[in-house]
């Protein structure tokens, strides 16, 4: 005698969950959970000499200089107004030091492209390097 698979009503709701690709995935997670676990405890077994405690030198923070642009163009260093030139005496100085000072640049959204560079330049052109350009997280304007 033929079994027929076939529902007799169509819109009848199902009476179980299929557990098959439930099982598969947990199975699937096993694997690959007992091929790892062994390549992370894989360790060389070494037995170190010991060296006596001593107290180590604290490092030094980075030091930071910080450069903001208003919108009007106005250059701040740090809180204090700076004309062109001034920062570009700011900025030899702080290229001088032994440690080279991190520079962050902040800069008002509506100033044009342009004045940004600038800045850029001077501090390119002092031989600093670290520059950190500060932007505020967000979405879509």
Same mark, same amino acid.
């Given at each position: 005698? @033929?079994? /027929?698979?076939? !529902? !007799? *009503? +169509?819109?009848?709701?199902?009476?179980?969950?299929?557990?098959?690709?439930?099982?598969?995935? #947990?199975?699937?997670?096993?694997?690959?959970?007992?091929? /790892?676990? $062994?390549?992370?405890?894989?360790?060389?077994?070494?037995?170190? $000499?010991?060296?006596?405690?001593?107290?180590?030198? @604290?490092?030094?923070?980075?030091?930071?200089?910080?450069?903001?642009? +208003? @919108?009007?163009?106005?250059?701040?260093?740090?809180?204090? $107004?700076?004309?062109? *030139?001034?920062? !570009?005496?700011?900025?030899?100085?702080? @290229?001088?030091?032994?440690?080279?000072?991190?520079?962050?640049?902040? #800069?008002?959204? /509506?100033?044009?492209?342009?004045?940004?560079?600038?800045?850029?330049?001077?501090?390119?052109?002092?031989?600093?390097?670290k520059l950190n350009i500060n932007t505020q997280a967000g979405g879509k304007r």
């Open positions: 005698m @033929a079994r /027929s698979f076939h !529902r !007799r *009503e +169509r819109l009848s709701a199902l009476s179980a969950i299929d557990m098959s690709p439930l099982i598969d995935l #947990a199975f699937s997670l096993l694997i690959v959970f007992m091929i /790892s676990t $062994p390549l992370l405890e894989q360790t060389i077994k070494v037995d170190l $000499p010991v060296e006596s405690p001593k107290r180590q030198a @604290a490092k030094e923070e980075l030091k930071m200089e910080y450069i903001s642009i +208003r @919108a009007d163009g106005g250059i701040l260093w740090g809180d204090i $107004p700076v004309e062109r *030139e001034e920062l !570009r005496r700011l900025l030899a100085d702080a @290229a001088s030091l032994p440690e080279a000072p991190v520079i962050s640049l902040s #800069a008002d959204r /509506s100033l044009q492209y342009q004045a940004v560079i600038d800045v850029i330049d001077l501090i390119q052109k002092a031989g600093l390097h």
